[in-house]
């Protein structure tokens, strides 16, 4: 069954340092997202992306956020500048039309 | 207000049993849809159960069924005979809108506990 790939599956940073996290989406799915869980908490959208754009974001998803498709297949959320704060899961996901969303497994991201 | 209210912090059952997990929700739309997802303590998503807001039979998947009751903006997700396997959180989100690329917004989990 395909699936969503993401990488790393852990990463620990430094406050202050840019992280990427990676996203392989299914290869027919046309929208994609991030969302991020705070250890134990719900589920927040980050960014939604279509069409080489960003369709929606939240109140998240400030300046220190950006995402980027760079070669068709991948998908990166960028962190320029890690707070504390964003320490939490982050998870990609996909869906062709909007009935089926596919999670990845998530990044667990430490900021130290 | 919460567009996805889940009222059960933790519950737990019986092994073999049945159990509801509640979930409501609030939208002005008409066409929206209704998914439950399960979160092992490993982490990942798994989708369970989708219910279209135009979809007359309540929605099944072997031993997971969604009971809508689309009066009550509620879509509650009952699985039979439990297992073991079955502990985990369990998450209700809602896409809302008859746009296809619209986000999912989730509900704030329950945590399910399967006794032997």
């Known amino acids: 069954e395909p699936e969503v790939t993401q990488t790393p599956s852990h990463q620990v940073t430094q406050m202050g340092q840019e992280v990427i996290l990676r996203c392989v989406p299914i290869s027919n799915h046309l929208y994609f997202y991030w969302y991020r869980q705070i250890l134990g908490q719900k589920v927040e959208f980050l960014v939604s992306f279509y069409n080489n754009e960003i369709s929606e974001k939240s109140e998240i998803f400030d300046d220190q956020f950006s995402v980027e498709r760079p070669d068709g297949s991948n998908f990166t959320l960028k962190i320029r500048s890690t707070k504390l704060e964003d320490s939490a899961m982050y998870f990609c996901?996909?869906?062709?039309?909007?009935?089926?969303?596919?999670f990845g497994s998530g990044t667990r991201l430490t900021v130290v | 207000a919460q567009k996805i209210t889940q009222t059960q912090p933790g519950m737990f059952v019986q092994e073999k049993e049945a159990v509801t997990l509640d979930c409501t929700y609030d939208t002005s739309d008409q066409s929206y849809g209704l998914f439950w997802y399960k979160q092992p303590s490993s982490g990942e998503m798994i989708f369970l159960i989708y219910?279209?807001?135009?979809?007359?039979q309540n929605a099944t998947e072997g031993r997971y069924s969604l009971n809508f009751q689309k009066a009550r903006k509620s879509a509650n997700l009952v699985i039979s005979a439990s297992q073991l396997g079955d502990s985990a959180m369990y998450f209700c989100a809602m896409r809302e809108g008859a746009e296809y690329g619209n986000k999912l917004v989730f509900g704030a989990g329950t945590i399910l506990r399967v006794k032997s």
């Open positions: 996901a996909s869906t062709p039309m909007g009935y089926g969303y596919t």
């Open positions: 219910q279209g807001s135009y979809d007359e």
